[in-house]
């Protein structure tokens, strides 16, 4: 906190806060600091720190509000290693709602950019074989998808 007595205006700094102490369990002084920075620069796309918040808290449809506002103001041709990581996100938390039609619309988006992983390709899979549903019964694959959407919120 020191760092914003030596410049108040730095917002990267108001982020930085707002992920340290997502990481330290305290979503309330997260959220604190993440709406001080959009309140300062309200032009700046600070969604995606405040969408990572709710994902931390296992709200997915709060989440995936902000991941999707946070998509529309992106650069896509700067940021498309960012852009794909947010639809994974955006897929993954949709997957966990039981919404097979946005996990599809989500999946072919990744597909077009050739962006996968393992949690990914195993989506993949399901969704050609039309078993998204019977995979989201698997409890031990359900538990990596929760253990994936926490990992990420650490970034």
Not at 19 to 43: E, G, Q
Not at 53 to 76: F, R
Request: charged content about 25%; proline content about 1%; glycine content about 0%.
């Amino acid at each position: 906190l020191k760092v914003l007595e030596l410049d108040p205006n730095s917002f990267t700094m108001y982020s930085n806060i707002s992920n340290v102490y997502l990481l330290l369990n305290d979503t309330k002084n997260s959220f604190k600091y993440v709406n001080i920075v959009m309140t300062k620069y309200p032009k700046l796309n600070f969604y995606f720190d405040l969408a990572l918040i709710y994902d931390y808290q296992h709200k997915h449809e709060k989440a995936l509000l902000n991941y999707e506002k946070y998509i529309k103001n992106l650069d896509q041709e700067k940021l498309l290693e960012k852009y794909l990581f947010t639809i994974k996100r955006i897929l993954l938390n949709y997957l966990l709602l039981g919404n097979v039609e946005k996990t599809k619309y989500y999946l072919d988006i990744l597909q077009k950019h050739k962006s996968t992983d393992d949690v990914i390709e195993k989506v993949m899979n399901a969704s050609a074989d039309n078993t998204l549903t019977k995979l989201l019964q698997d409890t031990d694959f359900k538990a990596k998808l929760k253990v994936d959407v926490y990992k990420a919120s650490m970034i």
